[in-house]
């Protein structure tokens, strides 16, 4: 063998190992991020309170958009959280059932604004109000949710010997990606917080934080739902996964709803994800006077209930 052909079947051996890991997944997706107008940071730090340990996530992208004078002194910042998962002998199967029409149940954790909670929160609050008029959320658009998961190993037929013969071992990557995701939502949310609270007074006066937690994947996707009370699988390029988490700072079990996008369907979901956007932030502009009344009104609240019980 000359040297040449050496070099080649190195190449072709290293090629063949890179294609099965999930950087050449997430380098594409950095990139369809970024032409979509982001600024994307990779292998972003978080530190997580339970192992107590600095770990990082595979993206944390942020929207670039111009400011509008339209929805001054509010201001809504909203970011993502992307893990990136590929599997060639694991399917992913995700158990769904349908799902309560009302976005904040699900995701308490990836949602905060400077306004403070009365504790006598109700349907004319601040929060309510923004939730209920404003906020255009694409989960709004699936009946069913995912509440459990797995992944299952594909089987392949030994040319040799003519029998089924399974494919690697029994894996979390979903598990761990989830828990990667709500441990740096929540860290993130928290340190956002802090500086806020300790920032001078800007233009600024309130608020309104979502993050979005995301799992690309590359592989096979099912969701599993009864039909007739029979067991049903399909293909799916989109569902949503809730789960929680017990916030190490407010001490509070909070939940999320995680997005599992297939590779090849990410694009458009980034394409609607911004139309979502774009209406939303036209609703508050609709409401923006109201939405500054009832941010008053929580805040008098907030303080004539902390001088009671201070």
Known sequence: MNPEEKKDSLEDYLLGKVKKSGYPLEIDVSNILEDERFVV????????????????????????????????????????AIECKKSETHAWVFYTRPRIPMSSIYMRGQFRTTVPESERNSTESFEWFLQQKCLVLHYDKFAKIAIAYDEIKKKKMDTESGREKKDGSSRREIFEAINQLVKFTSYEMHQTYERIAKAPQTYYREIITLFFPIIVFDGDMFEMFLDLGEPRLERRKHVILGTH??????????????????????????????????????????????????????????????????
Not at 51 to 65: E, F, L, N, T
Not at 247 to 260: F, G, L
Not at 268 to 280: G, H, I, P, Q, V
Request: with cysteine.
């Open 245 to 310: 988490y017990r916030c190490p700072y407010c001490r509070n079990v909070e939940s999320y709803t995680v997005d599992i996008v297939h590779r090849s369907h990410f694009k458009e979901f980034m394409r609607l994800w911004k139309m979502e956007l774009d209406t939303t932030k036209q609703a508050m502009i609709r409401n923006h006077d109201e939405l500054l009344i009832k941010a008053n009104e929580d805040r008098a609240k907030f303080t004539e209930e902390k001088s009671k019980h201070p």
């Open 41 to 80: 940071f990779n292998t972003q730090y978080y530190f997580d309170e339970e192992a107590q340990q600095g770990r990082d996530i595979d993206i944390y992208a942020i929207p670039i958009y111009e400011v509008d004078d339209r929805l001054l002194p509010l201001r809504l910042s909203t970011d993502l």
